[in-house]
């Protein structure tokens, strides 16, 4: 399994740009995220999604859109992208129906992509 | 409101010294606890966590954590440290509703650091 995957891992974008950040995870979990990692602050969730086709805002969702059109990837996009929005972004996922609650609670994280806007 | 805090900032310790990484919650109903590390330019890896049962959790390279209802508190500990331990560590808390995708509330991570 390669786990979660996310791509790209390093982008430099322009104030007002737009660009889609992927995740893609080959565990079977229902449940996927986004999260920003700023220094000081830990990680912020953006969005999560429960189920293919569904998806809600977490703490920090303004200036970011989400779809989850397939179980296995979940995007992330910025139409506009701002200064503020440079971090470290993580996706993450969790629970297999398969699986028993001790287990699925558990969620794994990607690698992150470092985004730089300018 | 929900919240979790790592009192410290940074922990430094000797290699082979015991080492103690800090974690309070703040939840309504029963918490699900999780300990994560991140090495440099990494993701998060799992170390351990405490859903119910033994409030004395063992996870992995090592590690084990103490929950602490009464305290609210859920602190790392290693009783020999690495200077690999070397990293940063987040505490996690798993909000307790039905339903809710498993959203985890992090703290602000406390940066390890083991000298030879």
């Known amino acids: 399994n390669a786990g979660v995957t996310q791509t790209p891992k390093f982008r430099v974008l322009k104030t007002g740009q737009s660009m889609t950040l992927l995740c893609a995870q080959d565990?079977?979990?229902?449940?996927m995220y986004w999260y920003r990692q700023d220094p000081g602050m830990g990680l912020r969730l953006i969005h999560y999604s429960v189920g293919e086709g569904t998806t809600a805002k977490g703490e920090v969702p303004d200036g970011y859109n989400v779809s989850r059109l397939k179980k296995q990837n979940f995007l992330l996009g910025l139409e506009s992208a701002a200064p503020s929005q440079t971090s470290v972004y993580f996706c993450?996922?969790?629970?297999?129906?398969?699986?028993?609650?001790?287990?699925?609670?558990?969620?794994?994280f990607g690698p992150g992509t470092r985004l730089l806007v300018l | 409101a929900q919240s979790v805090a790592q009192p410290e900032d940074q922990v430094n310790v000797a290699e082979g010294n015991p080492l103690t990484v800090k974690c309070t919650y703040s939840v309504s109903g029963n918490p699900y606890l999780f300990w994560y590390v991140q090495y440099p330019n990494r993701g998060l890896q799992f170390l351990l966590k405490?859903?119910?049962?033994?409030?004395l959790v063992k996870g992995s390279y090592g590690f084990e954590a103490e929950f602490n209802k009464s305290q609210t508190s859920f602190h790392l500990k290693k009783p020999s440290a690495l200077v690999s331990d070397s990293a940063l560590y987040f505490c996690?808390?798993?909000?307790?509703?039905?339903?809710?995708?498993?959203?985890?509330?992090f703290g602000q991570g406390t940066e390890l650091s083991v000298k030879p």
């Open positions: 405490y859903i119910t049962g033994d409030n």
């Open positions: 996690a808390v798993r909000v307790p509703s039905y339903n809710q995708g498993g959203k985890l509330i």
């Open positions: 565990m079977n979990h229902e449940y």
């Open positions: 993450a996922s969790s629970y297999d129906r398969g699986e028993s609650i001790r287990v699925a609670e558990t969620q794994y």
